[in-house]
């Protein structure tokens, strides 16, 4: 089996009936919802709420139950992917640009699980560019602050221009190279006028649940 689906099977067996579930995007999340659609169909009985446009329509054409926003306070599971992993579980998120609202429901999360095939793991964060969610207005100023925490930035583009998130806002991928502290600079991130959230996403994941391709799942 694909280490993803593996992944993503492991994961949907923590759901229980009566419980609350996040939702979260990329092609991993994909075989979790997938696994999750296949209970529902069953008889489960769980709300869910998606982090991403992408997710909910999935969810949806698998009649997954959704909960409205105003009715969302805890979850009690989050099942979610990742881009890169480290040896204390901090990961980068958004290479698909949903790292705003994963972190919203991630904070919100009772046990956050992260699932992933094991070419996700690193031992220090910063191969994979960070994503860094801004808003449009004056975003090259924003770029320039983000450059003086030495890192090369680039907008992200999509076919038909620049990449725009579900919340209207733009992506600046932004190279750090191996991230030394990775909790100081999610902070000076944060501190950056014009930055709306960014893909460090530290001390937040519960367990990792990682396929490999030779069959193995390790949950750690
Ligand atoms: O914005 C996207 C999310 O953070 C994804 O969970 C992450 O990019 C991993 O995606 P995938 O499972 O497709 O590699």
């Known amino acids: 089996m694909n280490p993803k689906e593996l992944a993503g099977k492991k994961a949907a067996e923590y759901v229980k009936p009566g419980m609350k579930i996040g939702l979260g995007t990329g092609s991993t999340a994909f075989y979790a919802i997938h696994a999750l659609g296949t209970k529902v169909k069953e008889g489960l009985n769980i709300t869910c709420f998606p982090t991403s446009q992408a997710s909910e329509e999935l969810a949806k054409s698998l009649h997954i139950p959704l909960m409205a926003h105003h009715e969302v306070h805890r979850l009690d599971i989050t099942i979610d992917g990742a881009d890169e992993v480290d040896p204390s579980k901090n990961l980068i998120k958004g290479g698909?640009?949903?790292?705003?609202?994963?972190?919203?429901?991630?904070?919100?999360?009772?046990?956050?699980?992260?699932?992933?095939d094991d070419s996700k793991k690193v031992e220090r964060l910063g191969s994979f560019s960070v994503p860094v969610e801004v808003v449009p207005y004056a975003?090259?100023?924003?770029?320039?602050?983000?450059?003086?925490?030495?890192?090369?930035?680039?907008?992200?583009?999509?076919?038909?221009?620049?990449?725009?998130?579900?919340?209207?806002?733009?992506?600046?991928?932004?190279?750090?190279?191996?991230?030394?502290?990775?909790?100081?600079?999610?902070?000076?991130?944060?501190?950056?006028?014009?930055?709306?959230?960014?893909?460090?996403?530290?001390?937040?994941?519960?367990?990792?649940?990682?396929?490999h391709s030779n069959g193995d799942l390790e949950v750690y």
């Open 139 to 211: 975003w090259q100023v924003t770029a320039g602050h983000i450059q003086e925490l030495d890192a090369d930035t680039t907008l992200r583009e999509s076919d038909d221009g620049f990449f725009v998130t579900d919340n209207g806002n733009y992506i600046l991928d932004s190279d750090f190279g191996l991230i030394k502290n990775v909790a100081e600079l999610e902070v000076k991130l944060n501190q950056i006028p014009g930055v709306v959230c960014n893909g460090l996403f530290i001390d937040m994941a519960d367990y990792i649940i990682c396929g």
């Open 96 to 116: 698909g640009g949903a790292l705003l609202r994963e972190k919203i429901v991630g904070a919100i999360t009772d046990l956050y699980l992260i699932i992933i």
